[in-house]
């Protein structure tokens, strides 16, 4: 029995975050709390698929803006995120968890390829599921994969836990006169085009009725406080 308001969620987890206190790469000791943190939103009763970010490695637009081809970018981000899902993969089953990788890029010899009938049955088992290599598509992010894995996954809530606190009425890190919602609707962030997250997926997300809560990861057991309904986040929509 899930003591917490959910009984399936999809974590969104930041890329950029797992790379710690540096400016990029993948800190493993960060992997080891955020695994941690996984395990212990779990123990709620909870299933959790997560979908894990790219930032830490690579965006494909930020290659593009460098001269690369934008698809080609755009699949080496792909490939990034199934770095960091693979280490906290790792992670997880070594702190004593269960857990499983699936791509949207086949790649047999290193995860299994995403079929979301056989990545639902993982859940209903208990696994914590880490949807890799975002939609497969490129021109998308893995925000908008977190709102579609939730849909396809019947999933009651995306989690997006990331490197602010909440959602603002402009960007914090660019503006020091932003204000934080605790509450807004779907439809609200996206007239605003608050940049916390793309169009696509706020508007998926509105379709489908799915929440979307924003909080800061930085905070050891931030998921589980979250879920518990006690942690600092905004909730949009729901
Ligand atoms: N209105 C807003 N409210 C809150 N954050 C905003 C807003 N507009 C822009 N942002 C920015 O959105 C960022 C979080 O989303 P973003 O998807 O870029 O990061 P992430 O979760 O670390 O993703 P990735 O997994 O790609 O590394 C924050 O760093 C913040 O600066
Ligand atoms: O469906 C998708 C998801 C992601 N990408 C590419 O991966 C990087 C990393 O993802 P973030 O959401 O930015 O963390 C992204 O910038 C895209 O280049 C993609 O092509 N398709």
Same mark, same amino acid.
């Given at each position: 029995?899930?003591?917490?308001?959910?009984?399936?969620?999809?974590?969104?987890?930041?890329?950029?975050?797992?790379?710690?206190?540096?400016?990029?790469?993948?800190?493993?000791?960060?992997? #080891?709390?955020?695994?941690?943190?996984?395990?212990?939103?779990?123990?709620?009763?909870?299933?959790?698929?997560?979908?894990?970010?790219?930032?830490?490695?690579?965006?494909?637009?930020?290659?593009?803006?460098?001269?690369?081809?934008?698809?080609?970018?755009?699949?080496?981000?792909?490939?990034?995120?199934?770095?960091?899902?693979?280490?906290?993969?790792?992670?997880?089953?070594?702190?004593?968890?269960?857990?499983?990788?699936?791509?949207?890029?086949?790649?047999?010899?290193?995860?299994?390829?995403?079929?979301?009938?056989?990545?639902?049955?993982?859940?209903?088992?208990?696994?914590?599921?880490?949807?890799?290599?975002?939609?497969?598509?490129?021109?998308?992010?893995?925000?908008?994969?977190?709102?579609?894995?939730?849909?396809?996954?019947?999933?009651?809530?995306?989690?997006?836990?990331?490197?602010?606190?909440?959602?603002?009425?402009?960007?914090?890190?660019?503006?020091?006169?932003?204000?934080?919602? #605790?509450?807004?609707?779907?439809?609200?962030?996206?007239?605003?085009?608050?940049?916390?997250?793309?169009?696509?997926?706020?508007?998926?997300?509105?379709?489908?009725?799915?929440?979307?809560?924003?909080?800061?990861?930085?905070?050891?057991?931030?998921?589980?406080?979250?879920?518990?309904?006690?942690?600092?986040?905004?909730?949009?929509?729901?």
């Amino acid at each position: 029995m899930s003591t917490a308001p959910y009984r399936r969620v999809i974590v969104k987890l930041s890329g950029e975050a797992l790379a710690g206190t540096e400016q990029h790469g993948i800190d493993l000791d960060t992997v #080891d709390r955020f695994a941690a943190d996984l395990i212990a939103a779990q123990a709620l009763g909870v299933t959790l698929g997560v979908v894990v970010g790219g930032g830490n490695l690579l965006r494909g637009a930020t290659a593009a803006s460098h001269g690369a081809d934008r698809t080609i970018a755009d699949v080496m981000g792909m490939l990034a995120t199934v770095m960091n899902a693979l280490a906290l993969e790792s992670a997880i089953e070594r702190l004593g968890g269960r857990a499983r990788t699936v791509s949207a890029i086949a790649m047999p010899q290193v995860c299994e390829t995403y079929e979301r009938r056989a990545a639902r049955r993982h859940l209903d088992d208990g696994r914590i599921v880490l949807f890799a290599a975002g939609t497969g598509n490129p021109f998308f992010t893995t925000d908008t994969t977190a709102v579609l894995r939730a849909a396809e996954m019947g999933a009651e809530a995306v989690l997006k836990a990331t490197n602010v606190d909440g959602v603002y009425s402009a960007d914090p890190k660019r503006d020091p006169t932003a204000v934080r919602y #605790d509450r807004l609707g779907l439809d609200e962030a996206i007239e605003k085009r608050l940049g916390v997250m793309d169009l696509t997926a706020f508007s998926l997300a509105r379709d489908h009725r799915i929440p979307i809560i924003v909080f800061s990861i930085r905070e050891p057991g931030a998921v589980e406080s979250v879920l518990r309904g006690a942690g600092r986040a905004t909730i949009v929509g729901g």
